[in-house]
């Protein structure tokens, strides 16, 4: 939930950001309805999502200092650094400030989930991984209601200090935060007796390792190619596009409080039943034929294809955390949610910068939509060249056995 928080502030504020530091433009281009162009954004926000590559060597150290002291760490750092923000004299020290604390958050994401997943048995594996990406989807709620309520006087700045009030509460966190059994009892095992210490897993992981993860990164960056802009201009499209006040945009979120509830347990229960690889190959089609209506030119469907969006993303996100998990051996699986952290940048990355290009050239949000969803639907058959695991035990994941 703290990193939601944070980490949503990008898009919560973005056309506050956009207002601030642009410059006058002519009214019939992006840049005079926004105040930057999408070409400025799109390289600004690219760099910002870049950036969360660190998550790879931090999300790694998850498997040599262990879990615990890796994830407060982290969040530790975002949180500070997405507060400094707040003193950001132009929109590229903005950018510079948010990029040195992404990858803090990113790598928060994947070690949240991947302490979720192996605390818990296989029947309650997507459940918990579904908790977590509630509680990402509630921080980031948090910061949207939170910019309505005190209204466009608050500001972009006042809105990044708010990010202390969370900061101040991981001391009371930390006392409850236990090192996952399953790593410890590794850790323990495999040094006979002694806590083992051994560099980070980067790049040594075994050959019938690599293969899946390879496929299972190309799946990550596919779905971050259309979720990455779609989710980031979203307030800036909605507010200073199709002129909706940021009380509706902060209805919008609500909305999607419940519906995201639904979803993740629409999530869970198809994952447990279908499988893991059905439900995320289906629901990442629907993400991004979601996108393209959402940037489809009104109002209505804006807030439909928000809405959609939502459902089918989180109905994916059980299905995918929990098959992330299966995958791989406990020994390497912080590096694997580095790894996967790492491919979904990239591709949010290209999504940004290819989104914010065409919304220029083509004068508007709508083609470029069409262009970063098309690929998306295509790759989600990938899917299917996985093994199924939604009956796996995670000792046989250590054994080799998926």
Same mark, same amino acid.
């Given at each position: ?181 399953? $790593? ?180 508007? $949000? ?37």
């Amino acid at each position: 939930m703290c990193s939601g928080f944070a980490q949503f502030g990008v898009t919560a504020a973005l056309a506050d950001v956009a207002s601030e530091f642009g410059q006058p433009a002519d009214a019939a281009a992006l840049a005079g309805q926004v105040g930057l162009s999408g070409t400025t954004l799109g390289i600004g926000l690219a760099i910002i999502r870049l950036a969360s590559l660190g998550a790879l060597p931090l999300s790694s150290l998850a498997d040599r200092l262990g879990r615990r002291r890796t994830l407060l760490g982290v969040v530790a750092g975002g949180l500070g650094l997405t507060a400094l923000a707040a003193f950001a004299p132009t929109y590229w020290w903005w950018v510079a400030i948010f990029a040195a604390g992404r990858p803090l958050l990113s790598a928060t994401n994947g070690l949240a989930g991947l302490i979720a997943a192996e605390e818990t048995r296989t029947s309650d594996r997507a459940k918990a991984v579904a908790l977590i990406a509630a509680g990402y989807g509630l921080g980031a709620g948090l910061i949207s209601f939170t910019r309505s309520a005190l209204g466009p006087g608050f500001g972009f700045r006042g809105l990044f200090l708010l990010t202390l009030i969370p900061l101040l509460a991981l001391p009371f966190l930390a006392r409850v935060l236990r090192e996952p059994v399953r $790593f410890e009892r590794l850790r323990t095992e495999a040094a006979g007796g002694r806590a083992r210490t051994r560099t980070p897993v980067l790049g040594a992981l075994a050959a019938d390792v690599r293969g899946r993860l390879l496929l299972f990164a190309l799946l990550y960056l596919a779905i971050s190619f259309v979720t990455g802009p779609a989710n980031t201009f979203l307030f800036l499209y909605t507010e200073s596009v199709l002129g909706m006040s940021s009380t509706v945009t902060a209805v919008m979120v609500a909305l999607a409080g419940p519906v995201g509830l639904a979803g993740l347990l629409l999530g869970r229960l198809l994952a447990d039943r279908v499988g893991r690889r059905g439900t995320a190959g289906v629901t990442q089609a629907l993400v991004a034929l979601a996108c393209v209506v959402t940037y489809s030119g009104s109002p209505p469907a804006a807030i439909a294809g928000y809405l959609l969006a939502i459902l089918a993303g989180s109905t994916y996100a059980p299905a995918t955390g929990a098959q992330a998990a299966e995958l791989f051996p406990t020994s390497v699986r912080g590096s694997v949610a580095g790894w996967l952290t790492a491919a979904g940048v990239l591709g949010a990355v290209a999504g940004l910068v290819v989104f914010g290009l065409l919304a220029d050239a083509l004068g508007g $949000f709508r083609q470029a939509a069409i262009v970063v969803a098309v690929p998306v639907v295509l790759t989600s058959a990938l899917f299917w060249l996985l093994p199924e695991t939604k009956d796996t035990d995670l000792e046989q994941a250590d054994e080799g056995a998926v």
